[in-house]
């Protein structure tokens, strides 16, 4: 049985395409097949740590959302803590499931254990943050958010430093907040889990490989038993042909998907 996953990077640039790939390669079962890809926007080239930032993007996931379930991929992860416009892009994805890191992390972490925190690079992403776990019902979750003074381009510039910075602050998360463990809460935090993980003696979630991993199990569960999303209720997509093809709402010469590296 083959899995088609399709990991779209939420930036328009593709600098760490082919190191996801690569960390996806690794982990995935036999027979799934992954495409990363970055949006085609030149207006937010570097990060999503601003809700502008994320809005000036949610047209283009939307509409990358669309060409994925076009093109047949049994789920598609939108690649970015924040989970911007995962929403919208679920109404539109078709038979494709849409999953997001924030989300998947928390439901992993709720299997794991009864309190969680977080490790952001600034204390300007946690009311985000925040606001999408008490959305996903994981409230109850959060023993803190911990701040590492990085920037989203900072975490894989000095591994070491951040590295160092990870540890103190898990320490603090688990030692005086209570966490029994830590989400990285940003995707550009992979890499580092396993160290910090038999550092701290705490399960330590990799956003991206919980989110992967999530739509990979999604995507099984498709195949296997017919899952899909639900398209009554909150769930009805707009009119195929009476608006989305008449008004010609998704281009299909003009999909914002570029730079495609395959795991």
Same mark, same amino acid.
């Given at each position: 049985?083959?899995?088609?996953?399709?990991?779209?990077? /939420?930036?328009?640039?593709?600098?760490?395409?082919?190191?996801?790939?690569?960390?996806? /390669?690794?982990?995935?079962?036999? %027979?799934?097949?992954?495409?990363?890809?970055?949006?085609?926007?030149? +207006?937010?080239?570097?990060?999503?740590?601003?809700?502008?930032?994320?809005?000036?993007?949610?047209?283009?996931?939307?509409?990358?959302?669309?060409?994925?379930?076009?093109?047949?991929?049994?789920?598609?992860?939108?690649?970015?803590?924040?989970?911007?416009?995962?929403?919208?892009?679920? *109404?539109?994805?078709?038979?494709?499931? $849409?999953? /997001?890191?924030?989300?998947?992390?928390?439901?992993?972490?709720?299997?794991?254990?009864?309190?969680?925190?977080?490790? $952001?690079?600034?204390?300007?992403?946690?009311?985000?943050?925040?606001?999408?776990?008490?959305?996903?019902?994981?409230?109850?979750?959060? /023993?803190?958010?911990?701040?590492?003074?990085?920037?989203?381009?900072?975490?894989?510039?000095?591994?070491?430093?951040?590295?160092? !910075?990870?540890?103190?602050?898990? !320490?603090? @998360?688990?030692?005086?907040?209570?966490?029994?463990?830590?989400?990285?809460?940003?995707?550009?935090?992979?890499?580092?889990?396993?160290?910090?993980?038999?550092?701290? %003696?705490?399960?330590?979630?990799? +956003?991206?490989?919980?989110?992967?991993?999530? @739509? *990979?199990?999604?995507?099984?569960?498709?195949?296997?038993? %017919?899952?899909?999303?639900?398209?009554?209720?909150? %769930?009805? =997509?707009?009119?195929?042909?009476?608006?989305?093809?008449?008004?010609?709402?998704?281009? =299909?010469?003009?999909? =914002?998907?570029? +730079?495609?590296?395959?795991?």
């Amino acid at each position: 049985m083959t899995l088609r996953i399709r990991w779209i990077r /939420a930036v328009g640039n593709d600098t760490y395409n082919a190191r996801f790939a690569q960390e996806f /390669a690794e982990v995935k079962n036999p %027979g799934t097949e992954v495409e990363v890809v970055s949006l085609r926007n030149a +207006s937010v080239q570097h990060h999503v740590e601003y809700q502008s930032y994320e809005g000036l993007l949610s047209g283009d996931i939307v509409r990358a959302v669309r060409d994925t379930a076009q093109q047949g991929f049994d789920a598609v992860v939108v690649g970015c803590f924040y989970d911007p416009a995962l929403v919208e892009a679920r *109404e539109i994805s078709g038979r494709t499931v $849409v999953v /997001a890191p924030c989300q998947a992390s928390f439901e992993v972490a709720a299997n794991l254990a009864q309190k969680v925190s977080v490790i $952001v690079g600034r204390r300007k992403w946690v009311p985000r943050i925040e606001s999408r776990v008490r959305e996903y019902g994981h409230a109850h979750l959060i /023993a803190s958010f911990r701040a590492l003074e990085l920037g989203v381009e900072d975490f894989q510039r000095d591994r070491d430093e951040t590295v160092r !910075r990870m540890i103190a602050q898990g !320490r603090h @998360a688990i030692d005086e907040d209570g966490a029994e463990a830590l989400i990285l809460g940003c995707t550009l935090e992979f890499g580092f889990y396993r160290q910090l993980q038999d550092t701290l %003696g705490v399960p330590v979630i990799d +956003s991206a490989l919980a989110a992967f991993k999530r @739509a *990979e199990a999604l995507a099984d569960m498709k195949q296997r038993f %017919g899952w899909t999303p639900s398209r009554v209720g909150s %769930g009805e =997509p707009p009119p195929e042909d009476k608006e989305l093809r008449a008004w010609n709402v998704f281009d =299909p010469a003009d999909v =914002p998907v570029v +730079s495609p590296v395959h795991a």
